[in-house]
């Protein structure tokens, strides 16, 4: 059997960004002195005079996007999801939020994924912050073809929207020639009647993966991928939530204010369910290879599998 194609969402998101720049004029691309990093630089090489590298000063670059938006430029700001949701924070909610400018965020490097950078680079709570500003959409794909789509979307919608990408290669799963993405509308990777598996960005395969080892033990398993956390497609949730009667949400980013969250938000109101939250325990994440930090932290196929078996 052949290996499975693995990309960065980071690398999905700049040439995504240099194929729409050959499109619409009026797209251009702000970097906090990481182009390198962020891949905008694909961008940048196409298209010099439409991308602007502020330094580091991401407050002020969100500030100069704002600007831009209202000058009928559609901005994509660009840096870590540690200095874009973190640092830029209060620039995000006041200058963008707050009069719903349509400027676009791109934030890379989110999760432990990030790896050996650290605890201090390793966002878990960018969704959490996100999701409180008033009109903004989040967005957090799960490989790169969903990746390319999802930049696109962004692009043609009005107004603010977060965008998440990731640093590790993680696997393509989803087939570019029959893919549809669909602002707030999840994707059901699988179908199952014991239990919903509700997953977002990296997550989304592992959690296909392990309802893969689930059905070995006779554990039926259904699968969403929930691409866009805000709005949330709370239908499609709370259908699968009556349907199977036990609900488990899987992401990258702490189980305080991310899609677990967001899910126990819909269901409580709409369908009470019992549901187990499996992401990052209100802990900081550390130092190390990507892959090892998302298996001790439990993220990896094998360790979902086993704490869904637990749970049904």
Known sequence: MSEVKKVATRESYGNALAELGKEYENLVVLDADLAGATKTSVFQKAFPQRHIDCGIAEANMTGIAAGLATCGKVPFVSSFAMFSAGRAFEQVRNSIGY??????????????????????????????????????????????????????????YEGPVYLRFGRLAVPVFNDADTYKFEIGKGVVLREGKDVTLVATGLCAYESLEAARLLEKDGIDAEVINIHTIKPLDEELIVASAVKTGKVVTVEEHSVIGGLGSAVCDALSEKAPTRVMKIGMNDVFGESGPAVALIQKYGLDAESIYKKVKAYV
Do not use: F, W
Request: hydrophobic content about 45%; aromatic content about 2%.
């Open 99 to 156: 009069p719903h400018l349509n400027v676009k965020i791109g934030a890379t490097h989110a999760g432990i994924s990030v790896g050996e950078d650290g605890a201090t680079h390793q966002c878990n709570e960018d969704i959490a912050l996100m999701r409180t500003i008033p009109g903004m959409v989040v967005i957090n794909p799960s490989d790169d073809v969903e990746a390319r789509a999802a930049v696109r979307a962004a692009y043609a």
